[in-house]
């Protein structure tokens, strides 16, 4: 059920955000599309991902509904760590979001990053270093370059 509120929850988000897109203000002067292809395409990601989520979650229900009930333990085991986790990734997010414009764009992505899969892929610290790394330098590539965006320096403008 929860799957399906969240699915429901995503495609209202992304109908209202490519609306709100819609009413930009059309630009004259230098790029035809003017602001709004970005968003654009936020959009229609989100809505796509909402509509995935649907079809795993139609699919799952029908594969569960073609399996034998088996009856469940009366007492399951509660997972306890899971709410310490989303705090602790929360709180990871705030400090990033504080340390983004001084520390900069690339420093702070790479170590909020490296953080973040460190925590949940703690035997691959090469292979979390790379990720970090690669996605960090890719994602300031596309803004600098093919977006003309600037991004923080923070600490590295002295470099």
């Avoid at 602001?35 to 229900?61: N, Q």
């Amino acid at each position: 059920m929860r799957d399906w509120v969240l699915a429901g929850c995503a495609i209202i988000g992304a109908l209202i955000y490519l609306y709100a897109d819609s009413q930009l203000p059309l630009v004259r002067i230098g790029d035809p599309l003017g602001p709004k292809i970005f968003p654009a395409i936020i959009g229609g990601g989100l809505l796509l991902s909402g509509l995935l989520l649907m079809l795993e979650t139609y699919r799952k229900r029908q594969q569960v509904a073609s399996v034998s009930v088996v009856p469940l333990p009366a007492h399951l085991p509660v997972d306890r760590q899971r709410p310490g986790v989303l705090l602790a990734m929360l709180a990871w997010t705030v400090v990033y979001y504080l340390a983004f414009e001084p520390v900069g764009y690339l420093v702070a992505t790479v170590v909020f990053l490296l953080g973040l899969l460190t925590m949940f892929h703690r035997k691959k610290p090469l292979t979390n270093l790379a990720v970090a790394l690669g996605f960090t330098a890719v994602i300031y590539a596309i803004f600098t370059q093919l977006l003309h965006v600037p991004m923080p320096p923070g600490i590295l403008e002295f470099l």
